[in-house]
């Protein structure tokens, strides 16, 4: 189960507030990826959330255990 | 394996990715597999040069649909849209190319990357041969052998079946000063060491910095390599992949023992692994000659893909179930 769009811990990941050890390769470039965009003012952090969120919607039993680690 | 082996997969039609030298990548007949020129691997005995025999990943008891697609520096963002979804890419490209160029330039932009992994590497020589013959890929299906292409073969996988596209990279970020450069390149004159401009080769030499040592940007986690091919205090540096604006990087910490390091984050577990590739710089600058890395086995090649264009690392591919 992905864990909620409302929570705060997907906008924290993005905005570099949390910092876990996140293990998966294709979950760390898509995450630096949203990162610089934001950072470069190419998409708001909402919206960065809601993909990240999205994201992992479709790569649940890949990322199961980052998620896990993120939302303790 | 040697050609007449790899004659008999492809005429069971077998689905294949091919890696070997350009005089027996001509002597395989054409079927239902990519490939790319390269003389160096790891096999089951540690790392070789081998100009007879041939690397074979085979995915046919792993997939279930197979396409095979040739990208030129035109159509090569529909690559994108050619994967299949819930299975994985291998792509193969021309080392030195201006196709390389693009991909590794342009790559990190392209909409839903990260959706479906892109598995591959760059293509080459033996390294007595630069500058006398080119690295080439192969489209097995019709036979073309290509200097500025790059192939991909697309595959689809059973529904309770999923892809995990992982990298081995022994390398991290030194403590030393953060590098950032004004434009995307595979060269620079100039970087900014802290935020201050200076001449890149001057740096690199009056710190005496070792050149075997790849500068690292730190992905959110993922330590991604850009390698130093050549220190010229007129031309500037050249990379073996493009170092990128708004990225920072560091030198990287040195590795004492890079066999022994290796053993030790490998996963104990690669009996799912179905192809990974390492580098042709670790391969030299570990001395990789003779020596195993675990278990892992595969072409030792001109640049890595695990998504985008990587140095100095392994990549790897497992198949899991979901």
């Keep these: ?72 | 394996m040697p050609v007449s082996e790899v004659n008999a997969l492809v005429a069971a039609k077998r689905v294949l990715v091919l890696a070997g030298n350009e005089n027996v990548l001509k002597q395989i007949s054409k079927g239902s597999w990519i490939g790319g020129t390269i003389p160096y691997f790891m096999n089951d005995s540690g790392g070789c040069i081998d100009k007879e025999r041939v690397f074979v990943t085979d995915f046919t008891d792993v997939i279930t649909e197979f396409k095979i697609c040739d990208y030129n520096t035109a159509n090569l963002p529909s690559l994108i849209n050619d994967r299949r979804s819930g299975g994985f890419s291998w792509l193969v490209v021309p080392g030195f190319s201006q196709i390389h160029y693009k991909f590794a330039l342009e790559v990190s932009s392209y909409p839903d990357l990260f959706d479906i992994p892109v598995m591959g590497w760059i293509t080459g020589v033996d390294l007595s041969e630069l500058g006398k013959n080119s690295p080439k890929t192969v489209n097995g299906l019709t036979g073309t052998f290509y200097e500025n292409s790059a192939v991909a073969i697309h595959l689809s996988l059973p529904d309770n079946k999923y892809p995990n596209l992982e990298i081995i990279n022994l390398f991290e970020q030194g403590s030393g000063d953060i590098l950032t450069f004004n434009e995307d390149g595979f060269s620079a004159k100039e970087c900014l060491v802290n935020g201050k401009s200076m001449n890149f080769a001057n740096y690199i030499i009056q710190n005496n910095i070792d050149t075997r040592l790849p500068l690292v940007a730190d992905y959110s986690g993922a330590m991604i390599n850009i390698s130093i091919q050549s220190v010229d205090q007129e031309k500037g540096i050249a990379f073996y992949a493009p170092v990128l604006k708004n990225i920072e990087y560091k030198i990287a910490k040195p590795v004492d023992n890079y066999i022994k390091a290796f053993n030790q984050v490998i996963p104990s577990e690669t009996s799912k692994v179905i192809g990974s590739c390492n580098c042709i710089l670790n391969y030299l600058y570990s001395e990789l000659e003779g020596k195993k890395t675990g278990n892992l086995t595969g072409p030792i090649t001109f640049g890595e893909i695990a998504y985008v264009l990587v140095n100095q690392t392994m990549v790897f591919m497992t198949i899991e179930d979901k």
């Design chain 1, 1 to 72: 189960m992905i864990p909620d769009i409302n929570r705060p811990e997907w906008e924290d990941l993005i905005s570099g507030q949390i910092t876990p050890k996140i293990t998966s390769l294709s979950f760390q470039l898509k995450l630096n990826n949203l990162k610089l965009s934001v950072s470069l003012k190419k998409i708001d952090l909402k919206s960065a959330a809601n993909d990240l969120h999205k994201y992992c919607i479709a790569q649940e039993k890949l990322y199961q255990k980052d998620l896990n680690l993120i939302f303790k």
